[in-house]
């Protein structure tokens, strides 16, 4: 396992530099100077790919903690309504024509998963179950996603109508070192709750009774899970808007290298996760194409199909 | 002593134990038996501390269970539920690892010597489930009775002074059935208070120390298997007539009308 983690290290550790060269100009030691190229990188290409590292990781970690928890290889960390509960508070800050003004749009989506993550302890806290937690979330994602929806078909002008649509497909064009120091700590935090929970995790494997005969609480265990899902989504979100699949994708390409217990996927996952965004938005940026390809779209392109991947041979599986 | 004292079990409105009282001693092997619905896994669980009671007591020697540290109860009871339900095609020695969970970091425990103790009682188990060809096995490749083997083994990982588990002699074959009860005897005879789910009448009658039969929720007969499990009982309670046949230790059920 530890191999495993090492291994994707070094992977990140590589891909980081080969990533920041390339883009709509190519800055190489070997290729023509680029005038700028020092602010090109440090300005732009680091803090984003550093950004896109934290933001995949804390996807990948999420997601494997998700698939965990429900003891279900088809989650994805959205299902809980905190990354629709997030995107709404974004949405929120750019209807009312407040995003322009620093931290805001950010402040906005934070509270937003603050607030989804409070309706769901609200609504499904009580019992520590897991089925009424699954459907409250569910909830809770349709209810923001609706509200999302009320506010584009509401919103003053044209102008702001486009800047949500835009927002909400999820990229990461144009963020500074100011979005990195907002997501970074958040999801870090996140994680190491996350990672945390791992040894519970581990007992869930055998369902939630024998779990709880394992001495796992499941009240608390909720409640840590809620905040390390906040944590990592919200920060996430609120400095890059939705990106989705890679909490359903990675937890799955990394799991038949681990011993499959969800403890030993979390850390891999998150390292796997924070490659697959930074190599994915790389070639978002190095496309040759006149308006850039959103991250958020590019992954559910490769996302969609991977998941109907998966449901066949899940039901090859149970057939 | 694993007691309850008029313990009044409800499940979504509806009671399911109806004023238990009992008290099960280690060093022996217990049966719970009854009809379907008559309140055995609920009675179980309650005694595990996983299901609340609506009122009684339920005690483990002078403390209250529901009050004892989940960590710590985890280490004191074992508890095997009805269904191997595995979420993860994890391989049998990781399953039966998992039965450590408990004792991961105990305050005052070394690491070493905690590593040590895993690793001893996980060999252990997996002897005394016969696992050991099955090691790398990943669950999703065993069959029924391999994956409940695997399960006890689990429990059995743990090394708790109570095991409590819920038909544990459901999907396996005659030798294994065989086999699990003499090891579930073996282990109250090393101490371990055992008590366990039983439908097989004739596995209770001649593997159990002692039997208890719960009725509608209440509990109807309790005390060696041949007073426990007599005829009388089981016709009343089953509503089946019935005979018992054979010698001691080795005992069939004949039912039927043509018995009666």
Same mark, same amino acid.
Request: aromatic share 4%; net charge neutral; glycine share 10%.
């Given at each position: 396992?530890?191999?495993?983690?090492?291994?994707?290290?070094?992977?990140?550790?590589?891909?980081?530099?080969?990533?920041?060269?390339?883009?709509?100009?190519?800055?190489?030691?070997?290729?023509?100077?680029?005038?700028?190229?020092?602010?090109?990188?440090?300005?732009?290409?680091?803090?984003?790919?550093?950004?896109?590292?934290?933001?995949?990781?804390?996807?990948?970690?999420?997601?494997?903690?998700?698939?965990?928890?429900?003891?279900?290889?088809?989650?994805?960390?959205?299902?809980?309504?905190?990354?629709?509960?997030?995107?709404?508070?974004?949405?929120?800050?750019?209807?009312?024509?407040?995003?322009?003004?620093?931290?805001?749009?950010?402040?906005?989506?934070?509270?937003?998963?603050?607030?989804?993550?409070?309706?769901?302890?609200?609504?499904?806290?009580?019992?520590?179950?897991?089925?009424?937690?699954?459907?409250?979330?569910?909830?809770?994602?349709?209810?923001?996603?609706?509200?999302?929806?009320?506010?584009?078909?509401?919103?003053?002008?044209?102008?702001?109508?486009?800047?949500?649509?835009?927002?909400?497909?999820?990229?990461?064009?144009?963020?500074?070192?100011?979005?990195?120091?907002?997501?970074?700590?958040?999801?870090?935090?996140?994680?190491?709750?996350?990672?945390?929970?791992?040894?519970?995790?581990?007992?869930?494997?055998?369902?939630?009774?024998?779990?709880?005969?394992?001495?796992?609480?499941?009240?608390?265990?909720?409640?840590?899970?809620?905040?390390?899902?906040?944590?990592?989504?919200?920060?996430?979100?609120?400095?890059?808007?939705?990106?989705?699949?890679?909490?359903?994708?990675?937890?799955?390409?990394?799991?038949?290298?681990?011993?499959?217990?969800?403890?030993?996927?979390?850390?891999?996952?998150?390292?796997?996760?924070?490659?697959?965004?930074?190599?994915?938005?790389?070639?978002?940026?190095?496309?040759?194409?006149?308006?850039?390809?959103?991250?958020?779209?590019?992954?559910?392109?490769?996302?969609?199909?991977?998941?109907?991947?998966?449901?066949?041979?899940?039901?090859?599986?149970?057939? | 002593?694993?007691?309850?004292?008029?313990?009044?079990?409800?499940?979504?409105?509806?009671?399911?134990?109806?004023?238990?009282?009992?008290?099960?001693?280690?060093?022996?092997?217990?049966?719970?038996?009854?009809?379907?619905?008559?309140?055995?896994?609920?009675?179980?669980?309650?005694?595990?501390?996983?299901?609340?009671?609506?009122?009684?007591?339920?005690?483990?020697?002078?403390?209250?269970?529901?009050?004892?540290?989940?960590?710590?109860?985890?280490?004191?009871?074992?508890?095997?539920?009805?269904?191997?339900?595995?979420?993860?095609?994890?391989?049998?020695?990781?399953?039966?690892?998992?039965?450590?969970?408990?004792?991961?970091?105990?305050?005052?425990?070394?690491?070493?010597?905690?590593?040590?103790?895993?690793?001893? /009682?996980?060999?252990?188990?997996?002897?005394?489930?016969?696992?050991?060809?099955?090691?790398?096995?990943?669950?999703?490749?065993?069959?029924?009775?391999?994956?409940?083997? /695997?399960?006890?083994?689990?429990?059995? /990982?743990?090394?708790?002074?109570?095991?409590?588990?819920?038909?544990?002699? @459901?999907?396996?074959?005659?030798?294994?059935?065989?086999?699990?009860?003499?090891?579930?005897?073996?282990?109250?005879? /090393?101490?371990?208070?055992?008590?366990?789910?039983?439908?097989?009448?004739?596995?209770?009658?001649?593997?159990?120390?002692?039997?208890?039969?719960?009725?509608?929720?209440?509990?109807?007969?309790?005390?060696?298997?041949?007073?426990?499990?007599?005829?009388?009982?089981?016709?009343?309670?089953?509503?089946?007539?019935?005979?018992?046949?054979?010698?001691?230790?080795?005992? @069939?059920? @004949?039912?039927?009308?043509?018995? @009666?």
């Amino acid at each position: 396992m530890r191999r495993l983690s090492l291994l994707l290290l070094a992977a990140l550790v590589i891909a980081l530099p080969l990533s920041l060269l390339a883009g709509r100009v190519w800055i190489a030691p070997w290729a023509e100077p680029v005038p700028n190229a020092t602010a090109i990188l440090m300005e732009l290409r680091l803090p984003r790919g550093l950004l896109a590292m934290v933001i995949g990781a804390g996807l990948g970690g999420a997601g494997a903690a998700m698939q965990g928890y429900l003891r279900n290889p088809l989650a994805d960390p959205g299902l809980f309504g905190i990354a629709p509960g997030a995107a709404l508070g974004a949405v929120m800050a750019l209807f009312l024509g407040l995003a322009a003004i620093p931290f805001v749009l950010p402040a906005f989506a934070l509270i937003g998963a603050g607030g989804a993550m409070a309706l769901l302890a609200i609504i499904a806290g009580r019992t520590g179950g897991i089925a009424l937690f699954t459907l409250a979330g569910l909830m809770i994602a349709s209810l923001a996603g609706t509200l999302t929806s009320l506010a584009i078909s509401l919103s003053p002008n044209p102008f702001s109508t486009s800047e949500i649509v835009t927002w909400l497909m999820g990229a990461l064009t144009d963020r500074s070192w100011t979005d990195l120091w907002i997501a970074a700590p958040l999801t870090l935090a996140g994680l190491v709750v996350l990672w945390r929970t791992g040894p519970s995790l581990d007992a869930l494997t055998l369902g939630e009774q024998a779990a709880v005969s394992l001495g796992v609480e499941a009240k608390r265990l909720q409640w840590w899970i809620v905040l390390g899902i906040g944590l990592v989504i919200g920060a996430g979100v609120a400095v890059a808007g939705i990106i989705g699949f890679v909490g359903l994708m990675v937890p799955h390409l990394v799991r038949p290298f681990t011993d499959r217990r969800p403890s030993t996927l979390i850390v891999p996952s998150a390292l796997a996760g924070g490659l697959l965004v930074l190599v994915a938005d790389t070639v978002c940026r190095a496309l040759p194409m006149a308006i850039e390809l959103r991250l958020g779209i590019a992954l559910s392109l490769l996302g969609a199909p991977f998941f109907l991947a998966l449901l066949l041979r899940l039901r090859r599986e149970l057939a | 002593m694993l007691s309850v004292r008029d313990v009044v079990v409800k499940r979504a409105g509806r009671t399911v134990v109806e004023g238990a009282s009992l008290a099960l001693e280690r060093g022996e092997l217990t049966a719970i038996c009854g009809p379907n619905g008559a309140g055995k896994s609920s009675l179980l669980a309650v005694l595990a501390g996983l299901l609340p009671a609506a009122s009684g007591e339920v005690m483990l020697d002078d403390r209250q269970v529901p009050a004892i540290p989940a960590r710590e109860k985890a280490r004191l009871i074992g508890f095997l539920p009805q269904q191997a339900d595995v979420a993860w095609d994890i391989s049998v020695e990781t399953l039966v690892a998992l039965g450590r969970l408990p004792w991961r970091s105990v305050p005052g425990r070394p690491a070493r010597a905690s590593r040590d103790a895993d690793r001893h /009682a996980i060999a252990s188990a997996m002897t005394a489930m016969e696992l050991e060809a099955l090691a790398l096995r990943p669950v999703s490749q065993i069959s029924g009775g391999e994956k409940a083997r /695997a399960a006890m083994g689990r429990v059995l /990982a743990g090394e708790p002074e109570w095991i409590l588990a819920d038909e544990p002699l @459901a999907n396996l074959d005659l030798s294994h059935q065989q086999a699990l009860a003499a090891s579930l005897k073996g282990q109250a005879d /090393a101490g371990r208070g055992v008590v366990v789910v039983m439908h097989d009448l004739a596995a209770a009658m001649n593997h159990a120390g002692r039997v208890i039969v719960i009725d509608k929720g209440r509990v109807v007969a309790d005390g060696a298997p041949e007073q426990a499990l007599s005829r009388e009982v089981i016709e009343t309670v089953w509503q089946v007539p019935c005979q018992w046949l054979g010698e001691a230790g080795a005992r @069939a059920l @004949a039912m039927g009308q043509s018995v @009666a």
